[in-house]
């Protein structure tokens, strides 16, 4: 009978005989095994259970991205006309292929950098530019075989939200990008305002639509609203971006109420501004509070 420990033995000793006979230096080896081979017998030594990476099938990972912010009063989300096959000319949300020397968080920033020239801060970090950060944050993964004709691919979508974005620039396989009002995107049968209706690209139309849906309930307990607006805002400018993303109007004093009587939710940030008119309006800032509770439920629409 044999033993797991005699098909060790039996293995590395094929192994011996196979480097002697092709003539493989010592110097050249890892430990037991040849530097970028994989063998069976190295994972009997280290107690894992061998595989052959050749029987399962190859796919490519991708990220997606789902910006919004708000602009005109109206949430409005990032998109590029693709310039190359497929959907050659469909709208679609800013991405790529993750290459093999980075993680998902370096490929999401590098491809929003690459196919539109805005830049994101992954909270991540410890230390962002003042003024400059956008709030990143995974979203979830799309796998259905059949969402690229290229060949299997699975996207792992991030979410990104940020105020007073700059004018986005095309790059990459990006043909135009554009800002667009998100009810507009996720209307094919209407599309956008200035176009011919037409589904936005891949699965892309689903991925924004859960985006929107995140945004649209994390702002309901948390301070994700804060990230739509500058670092000093009023009250009514975050009511606004509220209206916004959830598309219904709210009520003043309710809503003044709420977020002033939340500790921590917002600091009074020492001024005041008339920029939207009216009179001179207190200026806030985010505070340490992450969590609203109890939270501000969305209406019912």
């Not at 063998?39 to 490519?60: E, I, K, L, V």
């Not at 709208?91 to 020397?101: S, Y």
């Not at 990230?227 to 009023?234: D, I, K, L, N, R």
């Not at 009587?261 to 009179?279: D, E, H, I, S």
Request: overall charge negative; glycine content about 10%; hydrophobic content about 35%.
């Amino acid at each position: 009978m044999r033993t797991a420990a005699g098909e060790r033995a039996e293995t590395r000793e094929g192994e011996e005989r196979g480097r002697r006979a092709g003539g493989i230096r010592p110097e050249t080896m890892i430990g037991d095994h040849h530097e970028g081979v994989y063998r069976q017998g190295d994972d009997y030594d280290r107690g894992m259970s061998p595989y052959d990476p050749s029987a399962y099938p190859p796919f490519a990972v991708t990220v997606d991205l789902v910006v919004l912010t708000v602009r005109r009063h109206a949430l409005c989300a990032l998109v590029v006309r693709r310039g190359e096959q497929p959907f050659q000319g469909r709208w679609a949300l800013p991405g790529g292929f993750v290459r093999a020397d980075e993680d998902l968080g370096a490929a999401a920033a590098r491809e929003l950098a690459e196919e539109t020239g805005l830049c994101v801060h992954d909270p991540g970090d410890p230390a962002p530019a003042p003024g400059a950060g956008a709030h990143l944050e995974q979203l979830a993964t799309y796998g259905d075989p059949d969402r690229d004709p290229r060949m299997r691919v699975v996207s792992v979508a991030h979410l990104a939200l940020a105020p007073d974005l700059p004018a986005p620039r095309p790059g990459g396989d990006a043909d135009s990008v554009r800002w667009a009002p998100v009810e507009e995107l996720l209307s094919p049968e209407e599309g956008l305002a200035d176009e011919p209706p037409a589904p936005l690209a891949f699965d892309h139309a689903r991925i924004l639509a859960d985006g929107v849906e995140r945004a649209r309930s994390k702002i309901e307990y948390s301070s994700l609203a804060t990230a739509f607006c500058p670092p000093e805002f009023t009250v009514g400018e975050l009511r606004r971006v509220y209206e916004a993303v959830w598309g219904v109007a709210l009520d003043p004093r309710n809503f003044h109420r709420k977020v002033t009587g939340t500790p921590g939710f917002l600091v009074p940030a020492g001024g005041t501004t008339t920029r939207q008119g009216g009179r001179p309006a207190q200026l806030f800032r985010a505070g340490g509070a992450t969590l609203l509770n109890p939270p501000m439920l969305r209406p019912e629409v």
